[in-house]
């Protein structure tokens, strides 16, 4: 499965984004999906995810309360909704995907992903 994330761009502090992750290839239906990010000069680090049905989420702390991640099987997309926006969040944010997981299954490290779609920077100034 190809993975494509959109969305990203220029915010001042406390505003807003959404992000996309599109899916082609194969059916995303059936496939975990998480949100990572990675600033410069600093590793990629989890920042949320979303079970293959959508009834579980699962959200770094930094992010929690801010963030939330969505998903559309119908539409082969994955969503993250960013709010009150952070210096600190600026980095470029990569979607992932894995599947032949149960229903509620999700990941929040690098290796647990299977496929890897390109980033999408997102600056927030201050």
């Known amino acids: 499965v190809q993975l494509r994330a959109s969305g990203g761009g220029l915010v001042q502090a406390g505003g807003s984004l959404r992000l996309s992750c599109a899916a082609s290839g194969r059916t995303f239906s059936n496939k975990a999906v998480g949100w990572f990010r990675q600033a410069p000069g600093k590793a990629r680090e989890f920042v949320a995810a979303?079970?293959?049905?959508?009834?579980?989420?699962h959200y770094a702390e930094s992010v929690k309360g801010r963030f939330t991640v969505s998903r559309d099987n119908a539409k082969n997309t994955v969503s993250l909704q960013m709010n009150s926006l952070k210096p600190e969040d600026t980095a470029v944010y990569y979607c992932a995907a894995r599947g032949r997981t149960t229903s509620a299954a999700m990941g929040d490290f690098v290796t647990w992903y299977d496929y890897w779609g390109q980033g999408t920077l997102v600056t927030v100034s201050s």
């Open positions: 979303i079970s293959w049905s959508g009834g579980s989420t």
